[in-house]
Structure formats: structure tokens, C-alpha cells
């Protein structure tokens, strides 16, 4: 292959002079050419899903909020990367060319392509991830009293949810207890109806009634004060393909803050913490730079810091300081500031986004390719790569602090983007094809000649192999593997979801077709006569309680799945969580066990027995 | 000209009201049902005669330690946040008043306040008043006594004296406070109470209890030398704030008689 490379080298070089190239230019400015099939490159947007629950409310202690965040991925249209292939230049490229280009969504898909490869579309938009962390910030506290920092409405609701948690556990506990004598009073009622055990049914089943009653009053309740408790919003990020980092931001709504928290007193308490004023060294001479120097406490850099505050710089006597009105002024302005940002941490509880390639390839910066539309069609390769939601203003992409939740797979713009020149001599007819999958990744690159003109064969291959050595370069090296073996786990724990889904699902599938069936064939009330007055109700219970069992199945399999599983407040929530789920569970079970003793009893008055 | 003093006395009227009123009383005794502060013990408030409580300016209770006939000790958070407003007050069920400052720069680590009271602050059977060390420090690894009036258990409120044994451990914020770290910790009401060196009855107030983090403790030094220049400077300029005669305020361990300071 050495051998024969300068050979390939010199006939594309001598070649060049006579060559008509395939035009592809990029659209930037209105001034840029708009004649021709235009396309745009894409890059990966993740959509964030973001629950935030007010965790803890101990008097003496800062709040704690838990954030929980699930990830999914899809492709969306780059609007930086349009680019316009010139029509003129392929007609005189091409003595006879057919040109085909398909698109989908404004992407291109296929150029001159036969068919279009949707083997992508799988895993165009995959749940990727999920985690949950609380969000601790260790703030040291002034032990001055048991201060409550949350509001008043916000530890009511935890009152209301701790006083609620045992009765709840009881009251499901009982529920079931009868739910389960019903069953065996009702089996025995069928088989040998006697007036005792009659009156037995009817006794226990309003027993539940009421027992249900007071259960579902407590678990809405419950359900309330937690959604009181929670903020959930969805965020596409990033929106330009240039983002790579953002952050903190998406903080809570300024209604959720005021809801929650007692932001004065949390003010009061931090603002006397030497840690949350400006640094003194043991002189109390004003330290601005180093990890825990003023600048960084400001959350600033050294130059920012010395822009704005010009009038404090390192060294300044506080002491001294504080005894000139006009710099005491300062000092306290720069007080506040540092005492808002700890506050805004606390209350706002933000997160940041942060994009990074796995291995070698790729760039975090971004890749715009050639300017020269002699290059030909771009697209990109993505990269392997990771997305961190980071809690607060933290780089937990290096590794120094844990994230809320990291998801790994093939980014487009962490990719580089490429070529695929085209030229051809005079007189040459043929093609180029290829075709991209729905990740925006080439399928397949194919040249065509019908001459015989070798030295235009030699030019043009020279130059696809020259571009094909890099794509298969490209598509051979780790980070394409890494991506592939990516789309393959994917879509391996997209089947095994489904499968699970569908076996835990499958008592509601059946219950649904059952239902549809009696409505469809406009039956009800014949179903009804023949089944007894409650069969529907009946089936819409255990529909309801089948999505329930799919509720519970879901939580465990991310409680299971969630490296913070562990931490003591993201336990207790998904503890809080199923407990609610299993009362609602009993109790409509419970429902189910009195309709089927209603019906019992009133097919046995209707037979007469 | 009338009006004009009408007017004057209105604003101090107005002054007088918004003022904050620190009430200081003695701790009760610990009831036989109060549970245990984690890693301390109840105190006896007759071992500790000079110790007093008072409800701070968040509202919750603070600490607060008697080292001369009309001298208190305490934190400086204790008195209202992001102020250099003086605190008045008065000892409960008496009719001595008394008077606060916060130390300079009390946000970065000199969290510490001295009152000076109108009269000599009543002791339980004529019991002496704690001293303070302002002339050396602890080394590191000293045991300390570590009081206040502090919670029952983390996050709690408390109302009953505690006590708990410790040891200095590193300095921070420059040399102004020290921590501690171990099983006993300060909690919620322990603010401006004071920790003791050495453990025993010839015992001298060597920090002022301020904040805690992950269970490590700080306590403001009394002996930083901006501190104790603090604490003998103020001593020079008091004065009664109703009559304007200057009073004397003995501090025991600086200029105090042994004859009512311990040790």
C-alpha cells in the first residue's frame, strides 16, 4: 500500500488541472450562496427531566433538596452547519448523472442512494439514564438555637407526612388483612351460601368500605404534601451545538424557593460563618486568589474578581479597612455577594451540564470542517461521550465530584465533521454515493466510473480512497466501537425494559383487551347481566391496579439501577415512594374484594339460594 | 423649640421600641426525663454558677457566661446578624441592665461579644466567676470542657445544661478560632457558651462556642492578640449608658480580685 501511494499522488496532482469538482457550500451568512439542495448536519440534544423534592427539614440544619434526573437523546437539525450543494457543479461533473438526494427532517439521509437505511431509528431517542442525589452543601452553622430554615407551610407538610406514614402503614395492613378474609368468605359463600356467612360478607365488606375510605384520604393526603414538595421541569439541552458546558442554572422557580424556604434566616445564619465572608490570612490581610481565597469564594476568577472589586485587592487591611466608611462600604458589598451566592446554592439548588468525549477522538470545542466547497458533502462522525448533570456549579466531569447522573453514547458534536470529495476529468460520466443512518453516521460510501479514461479513474479513486481510508479509519478506531457497543446496549436494555414491561404489564393488557372487547361489540350490558353489574368496574380496578405493579417494577428498577441508592435521604425517598405505591395498591385490591362479594351476594339472591 | 424636643424624644421613643431587649436567666435544672445530649452529659447548673441563657436574635437560645461582677461573654452571632448595633437587656426577675458589643470583624471568626451589666451580676451562693485565658493558648490535643445550654439531640431544641468533654484540635480562619472534632459536638443553643481548660475546678474560659459542620466544632480564642486587644480595649471605654458615669468592668484572669474569680 506504501508502494503504490505516491503513484495515486501524483495522477490526482496532475489530474487536478482538467477536473470539475462537486460543489458543496456552506451556508453561514444571507450573503451565502442559496441555489442548490440544501441540508443540515445534526447534533445529539439530551432532554433532562429534572425533579427536585425538598428532602429535609431539620430545625438547626440547612434544607436539603433531592434531585432526581432522567435522560433521553434525539437527534435535532444544527443550524450552524447548512450547507448547500451546487447543482451547475455536478452537471458538469457528471456527463450522466441522476441526481437523488433524500432527506429527512432537513437532514441529508441519502445522496444518490437507492434506498434509505432506518436501522438507526432505534435508537434515535433512548432512555439512557436516570439518578438521584441530594443535593448537600456542607455549610457550617452558627448553634444558635434550633433555627428552622425551611417556611412554615414547608415543615408543615412534612409533619403532615410523618404523622400520615404510620396510620397509612396500618390502615394498608388492615385493609389487606380483611381483603384476604373477604376472599376466603366469598369462596366459601360460592360454594355453600348460608345467611351467616352472608351477613359475614356484608358486615366485612362495608368494613372496608370505610377502611378504604379513611386509607385513600390518607394517601392523598400524603401524595399532596409530597407534590408540594416537588419541582419537575424538562430541559433540551444543549440548543446550539457549540454549547459544550453550562451552568449553574435551571434553578428553582423563585415561587418553589419562596414556597420552600425561610431565605431570610438562612441569610442571618450563613452570613456570620467566617467562610461565607471574603478570606483573611492570619493577618487579616484579604486573600483573593487560591481554592478557598475571596475570588473563589465569590465564585469568580482572579481577574473578574479584580475587575469589579478594583478598590479591595489582595493584601487590603480589613482592619483597617473597615474603619473607612467609603471601604468598609465595599467590603460589606462584597459580603453580600459572597453570602448570596451560598444562599442562592442552598435555595436555588442548580445544576450544570457538561459534555466530554470518551478516548481519543473528538473535540469539546467543536468541529466546523473546511471552508473550500471543493470538499464536498460534510457530515460528521460522532464521538463517544458522556453527558454529566452536575449538581450546582460543578465539573464532575473531571472527577471531582459525583454526578447526578452521567449518560454515555455516540454525540454528534463531540465528532469531527468530514468529507467526501468528488472530482472528475473531462468527459467522465459516474457517481458517488452514500447513505447516513438516522444518527447521522455514514452507512455506505460508493464511487461508480463509465470511462475508460484511466486517468480520470485514478484521480477519482485516488481521491475516494484517500477519503475512504479516512472515514474507515474513523469507523475502525475505539470510539466507534465504544458508540456501536453504546447503540447495542441500548437497544439490549430497550428489549429487556420491554420485556419486563411486558411482564409486568401483561394482567393490564389482558383486562384492556377484555374491556375494549365489551365496549366494541356494544355488549356492556349484556356482559354486565351475564357477569353481574360490577364485572366492568371490575376490570377497570385491575387495570388500574396493573399500572400500579408497572409504577412499583419501574421505581425498583431504578432504585436498583441508581449508584446514590444508598444515601440516606435518596433511600428514604424511594422507601416514601413505594410505601404510597403499595397503599394504593391495597386498597384498590380491597375494591376488587367487594365487588366480588357484591356480586356473589347478588347472584345468589338472583338464583334464589 | 418645643416641638423640636417633642419630636426628639418621639424618635427615641421609636428607637427604644424596635430595640431588641436580651433577657439573660439562669439555666434551670436538668429534668430526670431529659434525654442525654449525644456524647455529652447533663450538667449540674450548680457546678457551673456563672453560666446563663438567653434567647438570642434568631429567636433560639444562646449561651452566655459571667468571667467578671459585671462582665458577660458570649457570641457574637448571638446578637442581631449584619449589625453593629449595640444590644441592651436586663438579667431576669432583677433590675440590672445591661449593655453589648460585638467584636470587630466578628463575621470573619472573631465571633465573640462582651456585655457589661449595671450592677454585679448575682451568683448562686456567692459562688466565684469563670476567668478567661487570654494570655496563652491551648496546644493542640489540651482537653476541654465544652458547656452549653444546648440541645437533646441534633437539630433539637434543648433547654437543659450540657456538658461534654473534648480536646483542641486545629486552628482555623487564621489562628482566630480552633476546632474540635469527636463525639461530643456542639448543637443548637450552645452559641457563646464556653469551652474550659484545664478540665477541673481551676478551669479558664479558652474559647467561645460559634459554629459547628459536620460535627466539628469552632470556637472563637479568647487569646488571638485581636481578641484579647479587643476585650482590653473594651474595658476602657464603658460606661452607663443612663447615668454616662464610667464603670468599671473587671474581667477575672485579666485585672480581675481573686477574691470573686476562680482559680
Given at each position: 500500500?506504501?508502494?503504490?501511494?505516491?503513484?495515486?499522488?501524483?495522477?490526482?496532482?496532475?489530474?487536478?488541472?482538467?477536473?470539475?469538482?462537486?460543489?458543496?457550500?456552506?451556508?453561514?451568512?444571507?450573503?451565502?450562496?442559496?441555489?442548490?439542495?440544501?441540508?443540515?448536519?445534526?447534533?445529539?440534544?439530551?432532554?433532562?427531566?429534572?425533579?427536585?423534592?425538598?428532602?429535609?427539614?431539620?430545625?438547626?440544619?440547612?434544607?436539603?433538596?433531592?434531585?432526581?434526573?432522567?435522560?433521553?437523546?434525539?437527534?435535532?437539525?444544527?443550524?450552524?452547519?447548512?450547507?448547500?450543494?451546487?447543482?451547475?457543479?455536478?452537471?458538469?461533473?457528471?456527463?450522466?448523472?441522476?441526481?437523488?438526494?433524500?432527506?429527512?427532517?432537513?437532514?441529508?439521509?441519502?445522496?444518490?442512494?437507492?434506498?434509505?437505511?432506518?436501522?438507526?431509528?432505534?435508537?434515535?431517542?433512548?432512555?439512557?439514564?436516570?439518578?438521584?442525589?441530594?443535593?448537600?452543601?456542607?455549610?457550617?452553622?452558627?448553634?444558635?438555637?434550633?433555627?428552622?430554615?425551611?417556611?412554615?407551610?414547608?415543615?408543615?407538610?412534612?409533619?403532615?407526612?410523618?404523622?400520615?406514614?404510620?396510620?397509612?402503614?396500618?390502615?394498608?395492613?388492615?385493609?389487606?388483612?380483611?381483603?384476604?378474609?373477604?376472599?376466603?368468605?366469598?369462596?366459601?359463600?360460592?360454594?355453600?351460601?348460608?345467611?351467616?356467612?352472608?351477613?359475614?360478607?356484608?358486615?366485612?365488606?362495608?368494613?372496608?368500605?370505610?377502611?378504604?375510605?379513611?386509607?385513600?384520604?390518607?394517601?392523598?393526603?400524603?401524595?399532596?404534601?409530597?407534590?408540594?414538595?416537588?419541582?419537575?421541569?424538562?430541559?433540551?439541552?444543549?440548543?446550539?451545538?457549540?454549547?459544550?458546558?453550562?451552568?449553574?442554572?435551571?434553578?428553582?422557580?423563585?415561587?418553589?424557593?419562596?414556597?420552600?424556604?425561610?431565605?431570610t434566616a438562612i441569610r442571618d445564619a450563613i452570613s456570620s460563618v467566617p467562610e461565607f465572608n471574603p478570606a483573611l490570612d492570619a493577618d487579616d490581610k484579604l486573600v483573593v486568589a487560591g481554592h478557598d481565597g475571596t475570588a473563589a469564594r465569590l465564585g469568580t476568577s482572579v481577574d473578574e474578581y479584580e475587575r469589579q472589586y478594583s478598590k479591595l485587592p489582595a493584601g487590603t487591611d480589613v482592619r483597617a479597612c473597615s474603619a473607612n466608611p467609603e471601604c468598609k462600604s465595599v467590603i460589606e458589598s462584597l459580603q453580600k455577594a459572597i453570602?448570596?451566592?451560598?444562599?442562592?446554592?442552598?435555595?436555588?439548588?442548580?445544576?450544570?451540564?457538561?459534555?466530554?468525549?470518551?478516548?481519543?477522538?473528538?473535540?469539546?470545542?467543536?468541529?466546523?470542517?473546511?471552508?473550500?466547497?471543493?470538499?464536498?458533502?460534510?457530515?460528521?462522525?460522532?464521538?463517544?461521550?458522556?453527558?454529566?448533570?452536575?449538581?450546582?456549579?460543578?465539573?464532575?466531569?473531571?472527577?471531582?465530584?459525583?454526578?447526578?447522573?452521567?449518560?454515555?453514547?455516540?454525540?454528534?458534536?463531540?465528532?469531527?465533521?468530514?468529507?467526501?470529495?468528488?472530482?472528475?476529468?473531462?468527459?467522465?460520466?459516474?457517481?458517488?454515493?452514500?447513505?447516513?443512518?438516522?444518527?447521522?453516521?455514514?452507512?455506505?460510501?460508493?464511487?461508480?466510473?463509465?470511462?475508460?479514461?484511466?486517468?480520470?479513474?485514478?484521480?477519482?479513486?485516488?481521491?475516494?480512497?484517500?477519503?475512504?481510508?479516512?472515514?474507515?479509519?474513523?469507523?475502525?478506531?475505539?470510539?466507534?466501537?465504544?458508540?456501536?457497543?453504546?447503540?447495542?446496549l441500548a437497544q439490549a436494555r430497550k428489549a429487556l425494559a420491554d420485556a419486563e414491561a411486558a411482564l409486568v404489564k401483561s394482567p393490564q393488557v389482558l383486562a384492556t383487551e377484555e374491556l375494549n372487547l365489551l365496549k366494541t361489540q356494544q355488549e356492556l350490558a349484556v356482559a354486565r347481566a351475564a357477569l353481574g353489574p360490577d364485572r366492568a368496574k371490575d376490570l377497570s380496578k385491575q387495570i388500574e391496579i396493573a399500572k400500579l405493579e408497572a409504577d412499583l417494577a419501574d421505581l425498583q428498577r431504578r432504585q436498583s439501577a441508581d449508584p446514590n441508592a444508598q444515601q440516606e435521604l435518596v433511600r428514604a425517598q424511594y422507601e416514601a415512594q413505594t410505601e404510597m405505591l403499595l397503599a394504593l395498591r391495597a386498597s384498590k385490591q380491597a375494591e376488587i374484594g367487594v365487588i366480588e362479594a357484591d356480586r356473589a351476594l347478588e347472584q345468589a339472591r338472583s338464583t334464589g339460594k | 423649640m418645643k416641638a423640636g424636643q417633642f419630636f426628639f424624644i418621639g424618635l427615641l421613643s421609636v428607637g427604644s421600641a424596635q430595640a431588641q431587649l436580651l433577657e439573660l436567666e439562669r439555666p434551670k435544672a436538668p429534668p430526670k426525663a431529659a434525654p442525654e445530649v449525644i456524647g455529652g452529659y447533663k450538667a449540674a447548673p450548680t457546678d457551673w454558677p456563672s453560666t446563663y441563657v438567653f434567647t438570642g436574635a434568631t429567636g433560639n437560645p444562646c449561651t452566655a457566661t459571667a468571667v467578671g461582677p459585671r462582665v458577660m461573654v458570649t457570641a457574637a452571632h448571638c446578637l442581631p446578624a449584619m449589625s453593629t448595633d449595640a444590644m441592651s437587656g436586663k438579667i431576669k426577675e432583677t433590675a440590672i441592665e445591661l449593655w453589648c458589643e460585638k467584636a470587630p470583624l466578628n463575621t470573619f471568626g472573631y465571633d465573640l461579644a462582651l456585655c457589661a451589666t449595671s450592677a454585679p451580676i448575682p451568683i448562686p451562693g456567692g459562688r466565684p466567676y469563670e476567668s478567661v485565658q487570654v494570655d496563652s493558648r491551648p496546644q493542640a490535643g489540651t482537653p476541654l470542657m465544652m458547656l452549653g445550654y444546648g440541645c437533646t439531640k441534633k437539630g433539637g431544641a434543648g433547654g437543659v445544661l450540657y456538658q461534654g468533654e473534648s480536646t483542641v484540635g486545629t486552628w482555623v480562619n487564621g489562628g482566630k478560632q480552633f476546632a474540635t472534632q469527636g463525639s461530643v459536638a456542639l448543637c443548637s443553643g450552645d452559641s457563646g457558651g464556653g469551652a474550659y481548660s484545664p478540665v477541673g475546678k481551676k478551669r479558664k474560659v479558652v474559647g467561645v462556642a460559634s459554629d459547628v459542620a459536620d460535627d466539628i466544632s469552632r470556637f472563637t480564642f479568647l487569646a488571638h492578640p485581636a481578641i484579647s486587644s479587643f476585650i482590653k480595649d473594651w474595658q476602657t471605654r464603658q460606661f452607663d449608658p443612663k447615668s454616662g458615669q464610667a464603670v468599671t468592668v473587671e474581667i477575672c484572669g485579666i485585672d480581675g480580685s481573686n477574691t470573686y474569680c476562680r482559680g
Open positions: 500500500m506504501k508502494g503504490i501511494l505516491p503513484s495515486v499522488v501524483v495522477a490526482s496532482l496532475a489530474g487536478l488541472s482538467s477536473c470539475t469538482h462537486l460543489q458543496v457550500h456552506r451556508y453561514a451568512k444571507a450573503s451565502d450562496p442559496t441555489s442548490g439542495y440544501a441540508y443540515m448536519l445534526d447534533f445529539t440534544q439530551f432532554q433532562v427531566t429534572l425533579t427536585r423534592t425538598l428532602s429535609s427539614c431539620e430545625a438547626g440544619e440547612m434544607p436539603v433538596v433531592t434531585a432526581e434526573a432522567t435522560v433521553t437523546s434525539s437527534l435535532v437539525p444544527d443550524g450552524s452547519q447548512i450547507y448547500v450543494i451546487d447543482p451547475a457543479s455536478m452537471i458538469s461533473a457528471f456527463k450522466t448523472s441522476d441526481v437523488l438526494i433524500d432527506y429527512k427532517d432537513g437532514r441529508l439521509v441519502g445522496f444518490n442512494s437507492s434506498t434509505v437505511d432506518k436501522t438507526g431509528e432505534v435508537a434515535a431517542s433512548v432512555i439512557s439514564a436516570a439518578g438521584k442525589i441530594a443535593m448537600l452543601a456542607a455549610v457550617p452553622i452558627p448553634v444558635s438555637g434550633a433555627q428552622q430554615f425551611c417556611s412554615d407551610a414547608a415543615v408543615a407538610k412534612f409533619k403532615a407526612l410523618k404523622e400520615n406514614k404510620q396510620p397509612i402503614k396500618e390502615a394498608t395492613s388492615n385493609v389487606e388483612d380483611a381483603e384476604a378474609r373477604l376472599a376466603v368468605l366469598t369462596s366459601q359463600f360460592a360454594a355453600g351460601p348460608t345467611e351467616a356467612l352472608r351477613k359475614q360478607i356484608k358486615t366485612l365488606t362495608g368494613d372496608i368500605k370505610t377502611a378504604r375510605a379513611g386509607l385513600d384520604k390518607l394517601t392523598k393526603a400524603s401524595a399532596a404534601a409530597q407534590s408540594w414538595l416537588t419541582e419537575k421541569v424538562t430541559i433540551n439541552w444543549p440548543e446550539q451545538s457549540g454549547e459544550f458546558h453550562r451552568g449553574p442554572g435551571n434553578a428553582l422557580g423563585p415561587a418553589t424557593v419562596a414556597r420552600w424556604f425561610n431565605v453570602v448570596a451566592r451560598q444562599v442562592n446554592r442552598i435555595t436555588l439548588a442548580q445544576i450544570s451540564f457538561h459534555l466530554a468525549r470518551r478516548g481519543s477522538y473528538g473535540s469539546e470545542t467543536g468541529s466546523v470542517g473546511p471552508a473550500d466547497a471543493k470538499a464536498g458533502l460534510r457530515y460528521r462522525v460522532p464521538a463517544a461521550g458522556s453527558l454529566y448533570v452536575c449538581t450546582f456549579d460543578q465539573a464532575c466531569q473531571n472527577g471531582t465530584a459525583t454526578p447526578l447522573v452521567r449518560t454515555d453514547g455516540a454525540i454528534a458534536q463531540l465528532g469531527s465533521v468530514f468529507t467526501i470529495p468528488f472530482s472528475s476529468p473531462a468527459f467522465a460520466s459516474g457517481g458517488v454515493n452514500v447513505k447516513f443512518d438516522d444518527q447521522g453516521r455514514l452507512l455506505q460510501a460508493g464511487l461508480k466510473r463509465e470511462t475508460s479514461v484511466a486517468a480520470g479513474v485514478a484521480n477519482t479513486a485516488g481521491a475516494a480512497v484517500d477519503q475512504a481510508s479516512s472515514i474507515l479509519s474513523a469507523l475502525e478506531k475505539a470510539p466507534i466501537t465504544e458508540a456501536n457497543n453504546a447503540t447495542k | -
